[in-house]
C-alpha cells in the first residue's frame, strides 16, 4: 500500500464510525439471522418427537405422556437440525444467547390449552377411525363366514 493509498484510509477511518461495538455497554446488535437460542411455539408443537431424534448432542426431551418439551441450553450448539426438520415450524431460532450461568439448567414447556385440546380431539377422531374399520372388518369376515356356511349347506 503506498503512503498516499495509507494516509487516506487512516483519514477515512478517522471520521467514519467505527466496525466495533460498545456492548457490553450498549446492547448487543443481533442480526436478523443469529443463531442465539432455539424456541419453540407450544400452540404448534404436537410432540412428535422428531427434533429430539435429530439432536446431535441430545439436548431436547419429548414427554409425549406428560405432554412436555425440554431443552437443555448448555448442550445445544445451535446447529438449527431440530428447526429445519420440524413438521409443524414449532421451533425457531430466537437471535439473544442464552446467559452465562453455573448450573446446566433445563427449560420444560407444556403444550398450550388450546393445543392439548386439538391433539385429545385428533386422537380420539383417529380411534373412532380405527374403531370403525375394526367393526367394518369384523362384518365382512362374518359375512364371508356365513356365505361359506351357506355354500357348504347348499
Ligand atoms: S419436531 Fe416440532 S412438532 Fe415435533 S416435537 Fe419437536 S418441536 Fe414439536
Ligand atoms: S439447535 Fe441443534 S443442538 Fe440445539 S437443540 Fe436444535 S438440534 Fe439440538
Known amino acids: ?18 466496525a466495533t461495538t460498545k456492548y457490553p455497554f450498549e446492547p448487543a446488535d443481533f442480526k436478523e439471522r443469529t443463531r ?15 427434533c429430539q431424534m435429530k439432536c ?13 418439551w425440554t431443552i437443555r441450553p448448555f448442550s445445544c450448539i445451535q446447529c438449527r437440525c431440530c428447526v429445519d426438520g420440524c413438521p ?15 448450573e446446566k439448567i433445563s427449560k420444560t414447556f407444556d403444550l398450550s390449552d388450546s393445543q392439548k385440546e386439538a391433539l385429545a380431539a385428533q386422537a380420539k377422531a383417529a380411534a373412532e377411525r380405527a374403531a370403525a374399520a375394526k367393526a367394518a372388518m369384523e362384518a365382512k369376515k362374518k359375512a364371508e363366514a356365513e356365505a361359506a356356511a351357506k355354500a357348504s349347506a347348499e
Open 56 to 68: 446431535p448432542t441430545g439436548a431436547i426431551t419429548v414427554d409425549k405422556k406428560e405432554q412436555t
Open 88 to 102: 409443524k415450524k414449532s421451533l425457531s431460532m430466537g437471535r439473544k444467547y442464552q446467559e452465562p450461568g453455573e
Open 1 to 18: 500500500m503506498s503512503a498516499l493509498n495509507y494516509t487516506g484510509r487512516a483519514l477515512k477511518n478517522l471520521f467514519s464510525k467505527p
Open 36 to 50: 442465539g437460542h432455539v424456541e419453540n411455539d407450544m400452540d404448534k408443537c404436537i410432540l412428535c418427537g422428531l
